[in-house]
């Protein structure tokens, strides 16, 4: 089995439980069959380490939409990540959503803090990550939803969505 395989199926076990979710998170009606795949032009994949709250994945779901990003290129996983050396073969982008979810893709808080506004390279794997403020921290902190506006528009020049001169 290939790794875009062993990606597609675990991203359908994460789903099944609960613990992923294709964007946008809250639109979903309600007892809808889960997919027995997902799309394979997943770009982006929002790491929370921590369940969303309704308002929290409100607020998410407005973050990825600014961002211009159709709902098929985006998962939302929470508290899980898959093994970081199958997800090289569709996703280009992580946000890792709080240092909690820095600590899931291995980095200690120093190391995530440290990163906050810049995108890195996840050691061993080359994988792209932006450590980014979590959705609940923005609601009890409204102030720092500046940062994580220009924090966005590195990931959309990261993923070719605006122009380095944006």
Same mark, same amino acid.
């Given at each position: 089995?290939?790794?875009?395989?062993?990606? =597609?199926? *675990?991203?359908?076990?994460?789903?099944? %439980?609960?613990?992923? *979710?294709?964007?946008?998170?809250?639109?979903?009606? #309600?007892?809808?069959?889960?997919?027995?795949?997902?799309?394979? =032009?997943?770009?982006?994949? #929002?790491?929370?380490?921590?369940?969303?709250?309704?308002?929290?994945?409100?607020?998410?779901?407005?973050?990825? #939409?600014?961002?211009?990003?159709?709902?098929?290129?985006?998962?939302?996983?929470?508290?899980?990540?898959?093994?970081?050396?199958?997800?090289?073969?569709?996703?280009?982008?992580?946000?890792?959503?709080?240092?909690?979810? $820095?600590?899931?893709?291995?980095?200690?808080?120093?190391?995530?803090?440290?990163?906050?506004?810049?995108?890195? !390279?996840?050691?061993?794997? $080359?994988? !792209?990550? @932006?450590?980014?403020?979590?959705?609940?921290? @923005?609601?009890? =902190?409204?102030?720092?939803? %500046?940062?994580?506006?220009?924090?966005?528009?590195? $990931?959309?020049?990261?993923? $070719?969505?605006? !122009?380095?001169? !944006?």
């Amino acid at each position: 089995m290939q790794n875009s395989e062993l990606w =597609q199926n *675990y991203l359908v076990w994460l789903l099944q %439980r609960g613990l992923a *979710y294709p964007w946008p998170a809250f639109d979903a009606p #309600a007892g809808e069959a889960l997919p027995a795949t997902l799309p394979s =032009q997943i770009r982006l994949i #929002a790491l929370s380490a921590t369940t969303l709250t309704p308002d929290e994945g409100a607020l998410l779901d407005k973050m990825l #939409a600014a961002m211009g990003l159709a709902p098929e290129q985006i998962l939302i996983a929470q508290g899980a990540m898959p093994p970081i050396d199958t997800v090289g073969s569709s996703a280009e982008l992580i946000l890792a959503l709080g240092p909690m979810a $820095g600590q899931l893709l291995g980095l200690n808080a120093a190391d995530w803090t440290a990163a906050r506004s810049t995108i890195m !390279s996840h050691p061993g794997t $080359g994988l !792209s990550l @932006l450590p980014m403020a979590h959705p609940g921290d @923005l609601l009890r =902190q409204p102030a720092d939803k %500046r940062q994580a506006w220009v924090d966005l528009q590195l $990931g959309m020049r990261s993923l $070719g969505l605006l !122009s380095l001169h !944006s």
